[in-house]
């Protein structure tokens, strides 16, 4: 038994000390190429009134390498329309996707807008969501 448990200890150490192990990349370089870091993914607008537009802007920061290209945004539906930085965004500098979505039916809505960059993760995709709420006249 006290052989068993020697023998269990042994392995364990030795996968413990392999986990521990880096992969020898430096905690302080850059991705090779364009890499981003979005303030938020997800927005909430909570509670908005109906047939009121309501906008949210997502800020980008380009943490790589090289410049980084916003090639397209594509909302998930009609209802959100996006606008977003064109020019390069260069190295430690940041760029900006807006979204407006146009409140037009009542109840819970939770949409998405993909990203499409030249950057390490190509496609990102933000999320809004909200409840719209009828005025019924008032």
């Known amino acids: 038994?006290?052989?068993?448990?020697?023998?269990?200890?042994?392995?364990?150490?030795?996968v413990?000390?392999?986990?521990?192990?880096t992969n020898g990349i430096k905690a302080n370089t850059k991705p090779n190429g364009p890499a981003t870091s979005w303030d938020k993914m997800e927005h909430s607008f909570g509670d908005i009134p109906k047939d009121v537009p309501v906008t949210v802007t997502f800020t980008?920061?380009?943490?790589?390498?090289?410049?980084?290209?916003?090639?397209?945004?594509?909302?998930?539906?009609?209802?959100?329309?996006?606008?977003y930085t064109k020019d390069p965004i260069m190295p430690g500098k940041t760029g900006v996707v807006k979204a407006q979505y146009n409140a037009a039916s009542g109840g819970p809505f939770n949409k998405t807008i993909n990203v499409i960059?030249?950057?390490?993760?190509?496609?990102?995709?933000?999320?809004i969501k909200g409840t719209v709420i009828e005025n019924n006249g008032q």
């Open 16 to 21: 413990s000390f392999a986990f521990a192990q």
């Open 60 to 83: 980008v920061k380009n943490n790589g390498n090289a410049p980084l290209i916003i090639s397209d945004v594509r909302p998930s539906c009609g209802c959100t329309t996006p606008s």
């Open 117 to 127: 960059t030249n950057g390490v993760k190509p496609n990102e995709v933000l999320t």
């Open 1 to 14: 038994m006290k052989k068993y448990l020697l023998v269990c200890l042994f392995f364990l150490s030795i």
